[in-house]
């Protein structure tokens, strides 16, 4: 079973229906009990990040989340949450990832939005895909760069498109709109 974080956010559905076409059965929960039994969890979002962050921690989510054994996915918002802090209203992230999450510059269109390339891919999470690839993106706010950047991308300055660190995986793209290549990058983690 495929967990996908029910919580204060949105694009939930969109990312339950491209798990499903690839033949996985999912949950939308923030049950704890339900989240600790799924063999992987996937932490998407679309919204803003201190509304979010207060309705995972209301419910000591970002606790839960932070012990997850399983492999866990966090997409756009749900990668930005995982990192230390953002500047989005300022808001203590869950840590799992050692980065800030910054606002692009306004030295360009802000927010970076549509097709874009990923670079210096590394991992399972990008098998059979190759260096260069396009993905759908949609946001205001960027990962740093660090140890833990396991694919980048420029807009306005490089920055983290993927993450991971142990069994957490961070994408700053929506796969889940990202047509062939991004089904492919599902496949690669929901067969980690």
């Known amino acids: 079973m495929i967990a996908i974080l029910k ?16 033949g996985y059965q999912t949950i939308v929960t923030d049950d704890v009990n339900e989240l600790n ?4 969890v996937i932490f998407p979002g ?10 995972l921690k209301e419910r000591q989510l970002d606790e839960v989340i932070k012990q997850l054994k399983q492999p ?9 949450l995982l990192c230390q802090f953002t500047e989005e209203g300022n808001t203590q992230g869950i840590g799992v990832f050692d980065n800030k999450v910054r606002l692009f510059p306004s030295t360009d269109i802000v927010p970076h939005m549509g097709w874009n390339d990923c670079n210096t891919l590394q991992g399972q999470l990008f098998q059979g895909i190759q260096e260069g690839a396009d993905f759908y993106f949609v946001h205001s706010y960027c990962a740093e760069v660090n140890e833990n950047t396991i694919a980048t991308t420029n807009y306005i300055l490089p920055f983290s498109a993927a993450l991971q660190k142990d069994n957490f995986y961070a994408v700053q793209f929506h796969p889940e709109k990202s047509a062939t290549i991004g089904n492919q990058l599902l496949k690669n983690f929901l067969k980690l």
């Open 37 to 40: 039994a799924a063999d992987k």
């Open 7 to 22: 919580y204060n956010a949105g694009n939930i559905q969109s990312v339950e229906n491209a798990v499903q076409r690839l």
């Open 46 to 55: 679309v919204g803003e990040a201190s509304s979010a962050m207060a309705y």
């Open 72 to 80: 866990v996915l966090g997409i756009c918002l749900g990668m930005q």
